[in-house]
């Protein structure tokens, strides 16, 4: 005889679970999926643990067998008890049901947003023990392989380290020759989560190493800003060398202009220069100088900060100054005297 065979449908609603039409697309479907997931989280509710862990096993439930067409043919046709219970025949899931007992819903949740917890924490707050074991695949485990299409949530992101804050540190040549140490105060804003800002003022020393070079930098590390989500900027202090009235620096030597006569650069002379540490320079030139000409006063330059010990040159460069007048009686005198010199450059 034969029997017809009729199961009411009882159990859960997946469709109202998810909040979802029964014909909706599979772009509507992991939507809800994930608004729903991200909201029950237990990890976001720390408060309401348990709803929430049971809450959020119920929407992977749901989500896992409408995702399915097998499995949802049978949902729509017999309702819950229809897949526990095997339902549909060659078509449907031989050697099983539906059951719980093994993957976590976290595998589903990691699947979309590539991690399992909020807080740092490793599957924070969520009872192990709940799966779904279909029958018809091998150990009786579902498959999940869903692609990750992004509806609006994206992955807590890691901190955005903040751009470099430059500042200048301006020296004199002075204390770039002999060394020094500065103090500089940095201000910066704190603001907590609470959006309340305020302001902390750190005073930072800087030891200037002799021999130091235009453009040497810096840096302090995490002393810019502090806002939530942002790693604090790095203070960075760049080297600017002041204008000296004496010297121009190049590399580790040293350049100066010396102005002298006609007479001296004919003659001879002895020339003296303020150096940078307080001394006084001299210098003897016997042989005739000429005009723009350019001599070279060994380690008298900047020290090397590669080679402690060790410095740059000083090299000199004559400006002569010629004479605004000469009476006849002086002219007459030097064509006297230059008239016999043979050697001229």
Same mark, same amino acid.
């Given at each position: 005889?034969?029997?017809?065979?009729?199961?009411?449908?009882?159990?859960?609603? *997946?469709?109202?679970?998810?909040?979802?039409?029964?014909?909706?697309?599979?772009?509507?479907l992991?939507?809800?999926?994930k608004?729903?997931?991200?909201?029950?989280?237990?990890?976001?509710?720390?408060?309401?643990?348990?709803?929430?862990?049971?809450?959020?096993?119920? !929407?992977?439930?749901?989500?896992?067998?409408?995702?399915? #067409?097998?499995?949802?043919? !049978? *949902?729509?046709?017999?309702?819950?008890?229809?897949?526990? +219970?095997?339902?549909?025949?060659?078509?449907? &899931?031989?050697?099983?049901?539906?059951?719980?007992g093994?993957?976590?819903?976290?595998?589903?949740? @990691?699947?979309?947003?590539?991690g399992?917890? &909020?807080?740092?924490?490793?599957?924070?707050?969520m #009872?192990?023990?709940?799966s &779904?074991?279909?029958?018809?695949?091998?150990g009786?485990?579902?498959?999940?392989?869903?692609?990750?299409d992004?509806?609006?949530?994206?992955?807590?992101?890691r901190?955005?380290?903040?751009?470099?804050?430059?500042? +200048?540190?301006?020296?004199?040549?002075?204390?770039?020759?002999?060394?020094?140490?500065?103090?500089? +105060?940095?201000?910066?804003?704190?603001?907590?989560?609470?959006?309340?800002t305020?302001?902390?003022?750190?005073?930072?020393?800087?030891?200037v190493? #002799?021999?130091?070079?235009?453009?040497?930098?810096?840096?302090? @590390?995490?002393?810019?800003?502090? @806002?939530?989500?942002? !790693?604090?900027?790095? !203070?960075?202090?760049?080297?600017?060398?002041?204008?000296?009235?004496?010297?121009?620096?190049?590399?580790?030597?040293l350049h100066?202009?010396?102005n002298?006569?006609?007479?001296q650069?004919?003659?001879?002379?002895?020339?003296?220069?303020?150096?940078?540490?307080?001394?006084?320079?001299?210098?003897?030139?016997?042989?005739?100088?000429?005009?723009?000409?350019?001599?070279?006063?060994?380690?008298?330059?900047?020290?090397?900060?590669?080679?402690?010990?060790q *410095?740059?040159?000083?090299?000199?460069?004559?400006n002569?100054?010629n #004479?605004?007048?000469?009476?006849? @009686?002086?002219?007459?005198?030097?064509?006297?005297?230059?008239? +016999?010199v043979?050697?001229?450059?």
């Amino acid at each position: 005889m034969n029997e017809d065979f009729h199961l009411e449908k009882m159990g859960k609603d *997946y469709y109202q679970i998810l909040g979802v039409d029964k014909n909706c697309s599979d772009a509507e479907l992991k939507k809800a999926y994930k608004k729903l997931a991200l909201k029950w989280h237990p990890d976001r509710n720390i408060n309401n643990q348990q709803e929430a862990s049971e809450k959020f096993k119920e !929407i992977a439930e749901a989500y896992s067998v409408l995702s399915d #067409p097998k499995k949802k043919e !049978i *949902y729509d046709r017999y309702g819950e008890e229809g897949l526990k +219970n095997g339902m549909g025949g060659a078509g449907g &899931f031989p050697g099983g049901g539906f059951s719980f007992g093994g993957v976590d819903p976290m595998d589903i949740f @990691e699947q979309f947003f590539g991690g399992s917890s &909020f807080g740092g924490k490793k599957r924070g707050g969520m #009872p192990k023990g709940f799966s &779904f074991n279909v029958g018809g695949m091998p150990g009786g485990m579902h498959s999940f392989g869903m692609d990750d299409d992004d509806y609006g949530y994206s992955q807590p992101k890691r901190p955005v380290k903040a751009d470099d804050v430059i500042a +200048n540190l301006n020296l004199t040549l002075e204390e770039l020759y002999k060394g020094c140490t500065k103090t500089r +105060n940095i201000t910066k804003n704190i603001t907590t989560s609470n959006g309340v800002t305020t302001k902390k003022t750190n005073t930072v020393v800087i030891k200037v190493q #002799p021999g130091w070079k235009d453009g040497t930098k810096l840096r302090y @590390e995490g002393y810019g800003d502090e @806002e939530p989500g942002v !790693i604090p900027a790095d !203070i960075v202090f760049v080297v600017k060398t002041k204008e000296h009235p004496v010297f121009k620096r190049e590399g580790d030597d040293l350049h100066c202009t010396k102005n002298i006569t006609l007479l001296q650069a004919l003659t001879g002379c002895e020339i003296e220069i303020p150096h940078l540490d307080g001394t006084t320079i001299k210098q003897k030139f016997d042989k005739i100088l000429t005009n723009n000409s350019k001599e070279t006063i060994y380690g008298k330059g900047m020290p090397i900060r590669k080679f402690p010990g060790q *410095y740059g040159n000083l090299i000199v460069h004559f400006n002569i100054q010629n #004479p605004t007048y000469l009476s006849q @009686e002086q002219k007459d005198e030097l064509k006297k005297v230059l008239s +016999n010199v043979s050697n001229w450059a």
